[in-house]
């Protein structure tokens, strides 16, 4: 004799699996059924019989004395096609035995599924207040050929709970409490990490204008270090050829007319004023842009060290050729 519960869950579990049937009563494509003898897998010709089974209709699928599969399939103990899908529902058989049995089902390969369902001792003197239902738990397992197996708690209570009244309202009201803590948290969490971000990004940025800002001042120091060094080559150039015209001129003077001693002892003191003199502009020169130097960048150091040295040699090119013109112009004063 089987309780009412374990009938009521077998019904359902029917219903459910006719549902695809669309109401075909009479010769239908899938036949529900209940406890329909097979044999045990394994050939040993034990019968034992399912809860409830799933199985086609010979109208798809034949009987295996029809069928032209070799080896013939399995069948059922009339003769029809083996069931694919077995259901097992246990109340008072152990949860070891159901697991036993069900593993025995998929050793057949044409059974596609196994369904069980444990259906717990229910707590007595506790029903539910509104249906009257006594409080019990009940867990399902679904085997699958080649697939991992599947489990589900359900019932009108949570499993291993102490006082089903009391128990699951308090205990959702800590797990509230906790999902709402967490959340905060998590909020908070993700504030610090936005704000970071934007910090970042500012900061980023700023460091991007920065470096914009270098390659532009570079350009320039280059454009002027570059306009610098072709007017340095340009001076250079200009300056080497008006002393070669001068000593040239010097030279055609001394070969046609000799100097006399006072005129050479002048030039000579002439010359020697005149080293004098330049010296003392290239150490006053040299001291200025040594003091220039401390107080520039880094960055700006070498293009104005090379516009100073180019700013000298300007400046004392025009100090030069006067100094040159006024040694000619004494010595014509001294010829006259």
Not at 188 to 213: G, H, P, S, W, Y
Request: include cysteine; proline fraction near 6%; charged fraction near 30%.
């Amino acid at each position: 004799m089987t309780s009412t519960a374990h009938e009521d869950i077998i019904i359902r579990l029917q219903e459910f699996f006719k549902v695809p049937n669309n109401g075909v009563v009479d010769d239908p494509p899938i036949i529900v059924t209940g406890q329909v003898l097979h044999y045990v897998p394994g050939g040993t010709r034990v019968e034992t019989a399912p809860d409830a089974c799933v199985l086609p209709s010979v109208a798809f699928v034949p009987k295996p004395a029809a069928s032209t599969v070799i080896p013939r399939p399995p069948g059922d103990k009339c003769g029809n096609p083996h069931a694919r899908i077995m259901c097992e529902v246990a109340v008072g058989q152990s949860v070891g035995e159901l697991g036993r049995k069900c593993l025995s089902w998929m050793r057949e390969p044409y059974v596609r599924a196994v369904i069980n369902i444990k259906i717990l001792e229910p707590i007595l003197n506790m029903r539910e207040p509104t249906t009257g239902y006594y409080y019990r738990t009940m867990t399902a397992k679904l085997y699958r050929q080649g697939m991992l197996v599947q489990r589900w708690d359900f019932g009108n209570i949570k499993k291993y709970s102490g006082d089903p009244i009391t128990d699951p309202p308090a205990k959702n009201a800590k797990l509230e409490a906790e999902k709402a803590e967490i959340e905060a948290r998590n909020a908070e969490l993700l504030k610090q990490v936005m704000e970071k971000d934007a910090k970042r990004d500012a900061e980023n940025a700023k460091l991007r204008a920065t470096i914009e800002e270098l390659k532009s001042e570079n350009a320039e120091l280059r454009d002027r270090v570059m306009k610098v060094e072709q007017n340095q080559v340009q001076n250079d150039s200009k300056g080497n050829i008006t002393p070669n015209n001068n000593s040239s001129n010097f030279n055609l003077d001394a070969v046609h007319h000799e100097k006399p001693l006072e005129e050479k002892e002048m030039d000579n003191f002439l010359l020697e004023a005149h080293k004098k003199i330049v010296s003392s502009e290239i150490k006053q020169c040299n001291k200025e842009r040594q003091a220039d130097r401390k107080k520039l960048s880094k960055a700006k150091q070498a293009s104005l060290n090379q516009d100073q040295e180019s700013d000298t040699r300007l400046r004392m090119a025009p100090k030069l050729l006067f100094q040159i013109c006024s040694i000619a112009d004494l010595r014509i004063e001294l010829r006259i």
